[in-house]
């Protein structure tokens, strides 16, 4: 309510001030005067705004701003002229029939006025030029805005479908390879089958709570990691060395699953065997994530897609960090970005 209030009365100003420019300062000669010269200001404020905005509404349901936007301009400053030409001369012909009894644009042999209606275009011209460029520049930043928030919209959709692709060709993988490790753990020892069991369960718990989320704190991914290496050592035992370094007060957040991909990469890509153990190195610093292993090539090398890292350094990049790769003869590191904000 306070909000209509607040804008009929600034309409009501602005029709005030225009009749006093259109009048020459005279608006205030007499009492009758101003009511009139109020009135005809705001019969054509309202009709030039209500009207104007109602033809851009319709031409944005026609016409795209982004597809064709030179016709989009062209076609609205051709019918917000006609359209403000026409409105005006109705409502100053109308309060002058009104007033005088005459019309305004036709004399008394029938005749048009060409004076009063050059003037009258004028006036009406500059108006639609004024109501024009602010109509279709909001009506421009508008589509402008939409667009980009589209785009946004479905660049998320498409990180959020890779995501989950890669998920599903990531972990029935693991899930066969650890179930083996379980089937034998039984039979070796209950204890640690159990403990398996329970580390298995964080895994999973973890990829079901964090697959709808954009970003995870540090914390919550190094645990999710911790778990996962747990299940990676006991498949691999000795042939996969872990140690993680870890500066105290690293707050911050990663994209989920980040270090369980670069770890499912080390074991994917490297022969691990007992001979020539692969060793990892996790160092977690104030802004970074560091993960380095060594390079043990297998003799029939899997070709990568590189699927994996591209999405991660894609998704990063669209969160504001860069993942860094640095791929040497012996190591291979990966730089996971720490993100400041949840966004």
């Known amino acids: 309510m306070k909000k209509k209030i607040f804008t009929f009365a600034a ?44 033809i851009i509404r319709l031409l944005d349901r026609k016409f795209s701003w982004l597809e064709s936007p030179k016709t989009r301009f062209v076609l609205s400053l051709l019918a917000v002229s006609l359209y403000s030409f026409t409105a005006f001369v109705f409502v100053d012909g109308l309060f002058n029939f009104f007033v005088s009894g005459k019309f305004g644009y036709i004399n008394e042999s029938g005749d048009i006025v060409l004076e009063a209606l050059y003037k009258s275009g004028r006036i009406a011209v500059t108006i639609s030029l004024v109501i024009s460029f602010t109509l279709t520049g909001i009506g421009f930043l508008r589509a402008w805005r939409n667009a980009a928030v589209d785009a946004e919209r479905l660049q998320k959709e498409v990180f959020r479908h890779r995501y989950e692709s890669l998920r599903n060709q990531v972990n029935p993988h693991f899930l066969f390879n650890s179930l083996n490790v379980l089937t034998e753990l039984v039979h070796e020892d209950p204890n640690v089958a159990v403990r398996f069991i329970r580390q298995l369960s964080d895994v999973y718990r973890y990829v079901l709570e964090s697959r709808d989320r ?20 006991m498949r691999f035992g000795e042939k996969l060395k872990v140690q993680i370094f870890r500066a105290n007060g690293t707050d911050g957040w990663l994209v989920p699953m980040s270090l369980q991909l670069l770890l499912e990469n080390v074991a994917k890509h490297n022969a691990i065997s007992s001979s020539q153990p692969i060793d990892v190195r996790i160092r977690v610093d104030h802004d970074q994530i560091s993960v380095t292993n060594t390079v043990v090539k297998r003799t029939a090398q899997e070709e990568s897609t590189g699927v994996g890292l591209n999405y991660l350094a894609e998704r990063y990049a669209s969160l504001g960090g860069k993942l860094i790769v640095a791929n040497g003869a012996s190591t291979f590191e990966v730089i996971l970005p720490i993100l400041k904000s949840e966004m």
């Open 11 to 54: 309409v009501l100003l602005a029709s005030i001030l225009a009749a006093y420019f259109f009048t020459n300062g005279r608006l205030f000669s007499t009492p009758r005067f101003f009511m009139v010269g109020t009135a005809w200001s705001l019969a054509i404020w309202l009709s030039q705004s209500y009207g104007n905005a109602f």
């Open 214 to 233: 954009d970003v995870v704190s540090v914390d919550d991914e190094l645990k999710f990691a911790e778990s996962y290496l747990y299940l990676l050592e």
